[in-house]
């Protein structure tokens, strides 16, 4: 064997009771569990640490992250062995040469301008084997698997207008996100409060959805309204994917803003029947409060009609300008989720421009402020946004569709410390401080249940012949590091972590080793 792990407490990701046993690793498998009398080319005493599948971050914003970073600790460190990518519509492939200028601007806060990136891709395909040879053909920290994004499909098939698609606009998205499918992506997301995905009607996210159910991938949708609407922007999602016979995926489930305070029991109870009726749906979450995105997303969706320069066109204007202060602070935007905008609730996290770097960390003040650094900083702010409660948190985390993710932005001087605490907050927080989950509830939620979710029959589980994407942890002692004031600092108790049988983690330190490869969709006959 190339590694015996000897004497560990096996958590296992199916929710089961751990037990206690030894782990043999060979060529990036799980050989065998058990009693292991011999020895292996290594041993590794793993007595009063937790052994349990890699942590799947179901929610992440690592597309260039992992282009760019060959380190890559914000998720290493933190157990994860598999990040979701492509998520709420917004990504990098499919695209041509107009569509990639577009969200490259529009999504500059989340990833920064990608000026340090070589755009060498155009298609999913081309995308996910340029994470295969990144780094110089080695491969990236750790593994990533990719979801078609249907805001930049609507782009690419006819731009950034706000008007319905015309039968042929609709046949090219339909070809797009098959041959994304085709190509690997594991299903589709949308970002129903971005442009230009919110310019869809239902009908037209029915019709993809459709070819996404003949491929066996899922639907993750970024729904309408997180505030206001929330609960009817839920409904919707789980009807379209009804009539189109898709698996629903809820993005960074939760529920926003003072009018949702304390109702996260009425959006289990739409989907707890749901489920009773037959659907397949999944969610996911993070364990905090504040949400984040860009500040530019917050503005009316009529506003971004045309593209990022349309819209940076129109804040210059006065009076549209007026028009869209007129959207956020009275009337409250779709892009806002339907709600007032309270500006001191609007903490800046980054900025790409660093003449605009005096702000971060301060709230708003005002919408002039707002739309100076809109204008200033090319649409590149990133904000905190402090809307939500922590009753909805916890008893979101609980239902038993529940998944982890971070809807991590690593972008910017203050990211949200969900980036790099997510997983390790969970079990130190949440499990060992409070007890709103049992330790094998929770790393289900983090392992086995995200890997069934994503159809991987090799992945999510410490079981023979699986893959070797394992963490080890002290459940005694694991805590995230990351805070609002200190945001990149690294958790604690996690000391080893494998992907594909490989310590990317030892002994609590950042290895060499670059074992991550693009996940790509498991053919489907269903």
Same mark, same amino acid.
């Given at each position: ?171 090219? +998205?339909?070809?797009?996100? &098959? %041959?994304?499918? #085709?190509?690997?992506? /594991?299903?589709?997301?949308? *970002?129903?409060? @971005?442009? $230009?995905? +919110?310019?869809?009607?239902? &009908? %037209?996210?029915? #019709?993809?959805?459709? /070819?996404?159910?003949?491929? *066996?991938?899922? @639907?993750? $949708? ?305």
């Amino acid at each position: 064997m190339d590694l015996v792990i000897r004497g560990a407490r096996v958590v296992d990701g199916t929710g089961a009771p751990p037990y206690t046993a030894d782990v043999a690793v060979h060529e990036g498998r799980i050989a065998a569990v058990g009693r292991i009398p011999a020895g292996g080319r290594r041993t590794l005493d793993a007595h009063g640490l937790a052994l349990a599948p890699g942590f799947v971050d179901m929610h992440a914003h690592s597309d260039l992250a992992l282009l760019r970073d060959p380190d890559h600790s914000a998720k290493a460190a933190q157990g994860v062995t598999l990040e979701v990518l492509g998520q709420d519509g917004l990504s990098y492939a499919p695209a041509d040469e107009r569509t990639l200028t577009g969200v490259r601007t529009a999504i500059a806060g989340w990833n920064g301008p990608g000026d340090d990136v070589d755009f060498d891709w155009r298609t999913v395909g081309e995308y996910l084997d340029r994470l295969d040879r990144a780094h110089g053909g080695h491969g990236t920290a750790v593994n990533a698997a990719y979801l078609v994004p249907q805001g930049t499909v609507r782009a690419y098939a006819l731009g950034w207008d706000d008007r319905p698609a015309t039968p042929a606009e609709l046949d090219r +998205m339909r070809r797009l996100v &098959a %041959e994304g499918l #085709e190509q690997g992506a /594991v299903g589709l997301s949308s *970002g129903l409060t @971005y442009t $230009p995905g +919110m310019y869809a009607d239902g &009908a %037209e996210l029915t #019709e993809l959805c459709k /070819v996404v159910a003949r491929y *066996g991938g899922y @639907y993750c $949708p970024h729904h309408r309204s997180y505030g206001r609407g929330a609960l009817a922007a839920y409904a919707e999602m789980l009807a379209l994917t009804r009539e189109a016979g898709c698996a629903l995926h809820l993005a960074h489930a939760t529920m926003n803003f003072g009018e949702n305070e304390g109702r996260a029991p009425e959006l289990l109870a739409l989907l707890d029947a749901a489920l009773a009726d037959g659907a397949d749906v999944t969610l996911d979450s993070y364990p905090y409060t504040p949400g984040c995105t860009t500040l530019a997303a917050l503005l009316p969706g009529w506003a971004h009609a045309g593209g990022p320069e349309a819209l940076l066109a129109r804040l210059r204007d006065e009076d549209n300008a007026a028009r869209i202060r007129h959207a956020l602070e009275v009337v409250g935007s779709d892009g806002c989720h339907g709600v007032p905008v309270d500006w001191a609730s609007v903490e800046i996290s980054g900025t790409n421009d660093p003449a605009y770097g005096g702000h971060v960390g301060t709230r708003l003040d005002s919408w002039e402020t707002a739309r100076r650094l809109l204008i200033g900083d090319r649409l590149g702010p990133t904000v905190l946004q402090h809307v939500g409660h922590e009753e909805n948190v916890r008893a979101i985390m609980r239902h038993p569709v529940h998944t982890g993710g971070s809807d991590g932005i690593l972008h910017g001087a203050k990211p949200h410390p969900r980036a790099y605490g997510t997983f390790p907050h969970y079990l130190g927080h949440y499990v060992r401080e409070l007890g709103v989950l049992s330790l094998e509830e929770c790393v289900a939620h983090l392992s086995g249940r995200p890997a069934a979710r994503l159809r991987l029959p090799d992945r999510g589980l410490v079981r023979e012949g699986f893959r070797a994407d394992l963490v080890l942890f002290d459940p005694d002692t694991v805590a995230a590091g990351s805070t609002y004031e200190r945001p990149r600092a690294l958790p604690t108790g996690i000391p080893y972590v494998l992907v594909d049988g490989r310590f990317v983690m030892r002994d609590g330190r950042r290895t060499d080793v670059l074992a991550g490869r693009a996940v790509r969709r498991t053919p489907f006959a269903g």
